[in-house]
């Protein structure tokens, strides 16, 4: 039995259906659907039943056929070799990949999926604002993203990150990041007032990350240093201009 409930509610789901006892027998199986919950969610069945996880790495917005399951992953775990195969065995027969993901590695692989997943609807959504900032439609700026973002990720799965990466940043275009700081500094305190990070300081923080994969790139020394003292120094005066 599958319990497709959120993350908060596996623990007291199974706590109901463990007090049916004898009611439910005991070669029914309990699977929760969570990528970050461990097999312990379902604790309250172990003792009678067997346990697992059955999580697709996709997302879904929306309600989605069984054939949105082809050629992803399916991360599985059980709590008996028996399940853990069953559940493998589904996952093939979806046209997914079935990989084990037990509880020590659970928490990890969540964060990765929000990363990709979660966090990239977030950076498209900034994009689309800062495109409205200058004047497009949020259709016409949905669109021409969608393109270049669907272009990265063909990029991706051909060369790998590292060497898809392109940008200002990979070329150590140290002006060019200069001037992106500076029109993102002016929309700060429209955008952002009371609501965390600005813009620029979003951006600094992942042109860093962008130039440690530079690096391993091959981007020049004197190239990272010059990158790297315009991201960091210019953070500093602004956030003396703050304190001031």
């Known amino acids: 039995m599958f319990l497709a409930v959120p993350d908060d509610?596996?623990?007291?789901?199974?706590?109901?259906?463990?007090?049916?006892?004898?009611?439910?027998?005991?070669?029914i199986a309990f699977v929760h659907l969570s990528g970050a919950m461990p097999l312990d969610a379902l604790e309250p069945l172990r003792a009678r039943h067997p346990i697992g996880s059955f999580h697709p790495?996709?997302?879904?917005?929306?309600?989605?056929?069984?054939?949105?399951?082809?050629?992803?992953?399916?991360?599985?775990?059980?709590s008996s070799p028996l399940l853990r195969r069953r559940l493998?065995?589904?996952a093939r027969t979806l046209g997914a990949r079935p990989r084990r993901v037990g509880d020590g590695d659970r928490?990890?692989?969540?964060?990765?999926?929000?990363?990709v997943s979660n966090y990239l609807d977030v950076l498209l959504s900034e994009g689309v604002q800062l495109l409205?900032?200058?004047?497009?439609?949020?259709?016409?700026?949905?669109?021409?993203?969608l393109a270049l973002a669907e272009g990265t990720l063909a990029s991706?799965?051909?060369?790998?990150?590292?060497?898809?990466?392109?940008?200002?940043?990979?070329?150590?275009?140290?002006?060019?990041?200069?001037?992106h700081l500076s029109a993102l500094s002016g929309l700060a305190g429209a955008r952002r007032a009371g609501r965390g990070p600005s813009i620029a300081d979003i951006?600094?923080?992942?042109?860093?990350?962008?130039?440690?994969?530079?690096?391993?790139?091959?981007?020049?020394?004197?190239?990272?240093e010059r990158m790297q003292?315009?991201?960091?120094?210019?953070?500093?005066?602004?956030?003396?201009?703050?304190?001031?």
Do not use: N
């Not at 509610?9 to 070669?27: C, N, Q, W, Y």
């Not at 003292?229 to 001031?244: G, M, N, Q, S, W």
């Open 107 to 115: 928490v990890l692989y969540h964060a990765a999926a929000v990363f």
């Open 156 to 179: 991706v799965r051909k060369r790998g990150p590292v060497a898809a990466l392109t940008g200002p940043v990979r070329r150590g275009d140290v002006t060019t990041v200069e001037r």
């Open 88 to 90: 493998a065995g589904l």
């Open 132 to 145: 409205e900032a200058a004047g497009w439609s949020a259709k016409d700026a949905t669109s021409g993203l």
């Open 203 to 224: 951006y600094r923080m992942l042109a860093l990350i962008a130039l440690e994969i530079a690096v391993e790139a091959g981007l020049e020394p004197a190239a990272v």
């Open 57 to 78: 790495l996709q997302s879904f917005p929306e309600p989605l056929p069984p054939a949105s399951l082809r050629g992803i992953v399916v991360a599985v775990d059980a």
């Open 9 to 27: 509610s596996v623990l007291p789901t199974a706590r109901l259906l463990a007090a049916a006892g004898k009611r439910i027998p005991e070669s």
């Open 229 to 244: 003292r315009a991201l960091t120094e210019k953070a500093a005066a602004t956030r003396r201009r703050r304190r001031a």
